[in-house]
């Protein structure tokens, strides 16, 4: 799976990018999941700033793909809403719920991504915000940049800034954790409360391997736009499906993929609201997948996985399609899982109450236990595991 993803131009654990800024300050609290400013808007020693920014990656090769295969243009809107979801999600993790500010920032290729495709972007991200408003998330879209870079872009990169100013009483940070905690995973799939349609649980993570592991070689050759040319033939669209093609689920295997990214917000917002003092942590389990919270253990630590959620189809199709080794699954893509609230048993119980008022399904899924070390293991039903 390595030498794939090496082969393809990409990074599961971002190694180059933690070298390049191992050295810049890491803000007030180092172990939150966000970077924590000091208010240099408001000047304020009681409050902070908040910026971050990420976007929906590679799956817009997919809308792509899909809209120009089918003529569907809501897949566009899905991709403003990855890219949204991508930012907000990560904020939650410090017990920021705004309100937000936003600036989108796309890219594209005007000769492939015509006038209607970027309005459909726009409009989606007020749309969404629109409806994050009805469960409370406060959210304003401040503008952005919208470029014409067909020399640097093959199709479309949607991108985005969200900030926000808060109380530092009511941040999350991962300070806390302890032995004796208890994480509890908030499932990826199913549909929510607040959901259209069945999530498969894709997210924004690992799309370049799923893409090219799942979908049939003949895109390459009537899109070449959506490959990089240097790419060796061999790790280029090597998968059985098509776009088209229909699963065990509503949703068709180009739909399955591009799931929009589902947003843990109104949850969160609720369980803050009533159990604040015993959140411990959250994580967003989005690059690095099941081991992501590697990164945030505040010292020597040993987080235990061994009682994930069932994992959903996609991520079976994605695995056998592959033939990718189980524990680099488990640190690709979130496997059915991508947020995880650390806290004690009593409250545990309390949080997946509130997520199973919204429909989704929630549950004890590890421990967390002294160690010499950092580390993270996932015992499943495919093997043991161990990151550090």
Same mark, same amino acid.
């Given at each position: 799976?390595?030498?794939?993803?090496?082969?393809?131009?990409?990074?599961?654990?971002?190694?180059?990018?933690?070298?390049?800024?191992?050295?810049?300050?890491?803000?007030?609290?180092?172990?939150?999941?966000?970077?924590?400013?000091?208010?240099?808007?408001?000047?304020?020693?009681?409050?902070?700033?908040?910026?971050?920014?990420?976007?929906?990656?590679?799956?817009?090769?997919?809308?792509?793909?899909?809209?120009?295969?089918?003529?569907?243009?809501?897949?566009?809107?899905?991709?403003?809403?990855?890219?949204?979801?991508?930012?907000?999600?990560?904020?939650?993790?410090?017990?920021?719920?705004?309100?937000?500010?936003?600036?989108?920032?796309?890219?594209?290729?005007?000769?492939?991504?015509?006038?209607?495709?970027?309005?459909?972007?726009?409009?989606?991200?007020?749309?969404?915000?629109?409806?994050?408003?009805?469960?409370?998330?406060?959210?304003?879209?401040?503008?952005?940049?919208?470029?014409?870079?067909?020399?640097?872009?093959?199709?479309?990169?949607?991108?985005?800034?969200?900030?926000?100013?808060?109380?530092?009483?009511?941040?999350?940070?991962?300070?806390?954790?302890?032995?004796?905690?208890?994480?509890?995973?908030?499932?990826?799939?199913?549909?929510? =409360?607040?959901?259209?349609?069945?999530?498969?649980?894709?997210?924004?993570?690992?799309? =370049?391997?799923?893409?090219?592991?799942?979908?049939?070689?003949?895109?390459?050759?009537?899109?070449?736009?959506?490959?990089?040319?240097?790419?060796?033939?061999?790790?280029?669209?090597?998968?059985?499906?098509?776009?088209?093609?229909? =699963?065990?689920?509503?949703?068709?295997?180009?739909?399955?993929?591009?799931?929009?990214?589902?947003?843990?917000?109104?949850?969160?917002?609720?369980?803050?609201?009533?159990?604040?003092?015993?959140?411990?942590?959250?994580?967003?389990?989005?690059?690095?997948?099941?081991?992501?919270?590697?990164?945030?253990?505040?010292?020597?630590?040993?987080?235990?996985?061994?009682?994930?959620?069932?994992?959903?189809?996609?991520?079976?199709?994605?695995?056998?399609?592959?033939?990718?080794?189980?524990?680099?699954?488990?640190?690709?893509?979130?496997?059915?899982?991508?947020?995880?609230?650390? =806290?004690?048993?009593?409250?545990?119980?309390?949080?997946?109450?509130?997520?199973?008022?919204?429909?989704?399904?929630?549950?004890?899924?590890?421990?967390?236990?002294?160690?010499?070390?950092?580390?993270?293991?996932?015992?499943?039903?495919?093997?043991?595991?161990?990151?550090?």
């Amino acid at each position: 799976m390595d030498n794939r993803y090496n082969l393809r131009g990409v990074s599961a654990q971002k190694e180059d990018v933690h070298k390049a800024v191992a050295k810049l300050d890491k803000g007030l609290f180092p172990n939150a999941f966000c970077k924590i400013y000091p208010d240099y808007l408001g000047n304020n020693a009681a409050w902070c700033n908040l910026m971050h920014a990420d976007g929906a990656g590679t799956k817009s090769i997919l809308a792509y793909l899909y809209w120009k295969e089918t003529g569907d243009m809501s897949v566009w809107k899905g991709i403003a809403i990855d890219s949204i979801v991508m930012n907000i999600d990560d904020l939650l993790c410090v017990g920021a719920t705004g309100p937000f500010t936003y600036s989108s920032t796309i890219g594209r290729n005007k000769h492939k991504i015509p006038g209607d495709v970027i309005s459909a972007l726009i409009n989606g991200t007020q749309e969404y915000f629109d409806k994050l408003a009805d469960h409370g998330i406060e959210v304003h879209l401040l503008g952005g940049e919208t470029a014409d870079v067909g020399d640097v872009v093959r199709t479309v990169i949607v991108d985005g800034t969200m900030a926000c100013r808060m109380e530092r009483s009511k941040l999350v940070t991962t300070e806390k954790m302890r032995p004796g905690d208890v994480v509890v995973s908030l499932s990826s799939y199913g549909q929510a =409360t607040y959901e259209d349609e069945y999530n498969s649980g894709m997210g924004s993570n690992g799309l =370049t391997s799923a893409r090219h592991e799942l979908l049939k070689k003949d895109y390459a050759k009537k899109y070449p736009e959506s490959v990089d040319p240097d790419l060796p033939d061999e790790v280029v669209y090597n998968g059985r499906y098509g776009l088209t093609d229909t =699963t065990d689920t509503p949703l068709n295997v180009g739909k399955l993929i591009l799931s929009p990214t589902r947003t843990y917000a109104p949850v969160v917002l609720k369980v803050l609201q009533e159990h604040f003092d015993s959140i411990h942590g959250i994580i967003h389990c989005s690059g690095g997948g099941q081991s992501k919270c590697l990164h945030y253990l505040p010292g020597p630590l040993r987080v235990v996985k061994n009682n994930l959620l069932p994992i959903p189809l996609l991520f079976n199709m994605i695995q056998e399609s592959a033939g990718t080794a189980w524990k680099e699954m488990y640190q690709v893509f979130n496997m059915g899982q991508r947020l995880e609230i650390f =806290t004690d048993k009593d409250t545990a119980e309390g949080i997946i109450s509130i997520a199973k008022s919204f429909n989704i399904d929630a549950q004890i899924s590890g421990f967390v236990e002294k160690a010499e070390k950092k580390e993270v293991i996932i015992d499943s039903m495919h093997g043991n595991f161990s990151y550090c």
